[in-house]
């Protein structure tokens, strides 16, 4: 093969990736929620997290802690380290996408999320998939807030499912 056209097939799915619509916004939320969490900035991270709390605890205060507490071994909901979101900003960003109709309509009638998502259109909300780490971003005037994440360290290990 050419050296040319090898180089077109190794660039091109970054190109594609950084045309996707809501790229760039999906890269700059996480490169500002990294610099929150080092600068141990908890009104950015206030900004960044959604405020949510459901029947049993403030989830923003929650998700935050673990942010700055990072643990790469914990699993779940919230879960977080500082290499699983240098992996997943380096290599998973082109994964977060606007919501599928039936998820959506799935989430929107949660008896938990249901409340919070309802209130967004379907191509407000954007999700990840991926390793089973599942992400919810919201949309509100051209910025995001994080809504949910689960097992994020997954991204730390490719055989995670």
Known sequence: MRPFALII???LP????????GYRMVADFFRSLKDA???????????????????????????I????????NQ????????????????HHLSAIKPIHRDLY???????????VISRYKQKRVWIMDLRNVHIILLEKRGK????????????LHPSAT
């Open 9 to 11: 097939l190794l660039v």
């Open 14 to 21: 970054t190109i594609a990736s950084a045309q996707q619509p």
């Open 37 to 63: 969490v080092e600068q141990t900035d908890t009104t950015d991270l206030k900004r960044l997290v959604y405020p949510f709390k459901d029947e049993i605890e403030d989830m923003q205060a929650a998700m």
């Open 65 to 72: 802690e673990n942010m700055l507490n990072g643990n790469p």
């Open 75 to 90: 699993r779940g909901d919230g879960a977080f380290s500082m290499a699983a979101l240098d992996t997943l900003i380096a």
């Open 105 to 115: 309509t799935q989430l929107a009638t949660d008896r938990i999320f249901g409340t």
């Open 144 to 155: 995001l807030q994080l809504f949910f994440w689960e097992n994020l360290n997954n991204l």
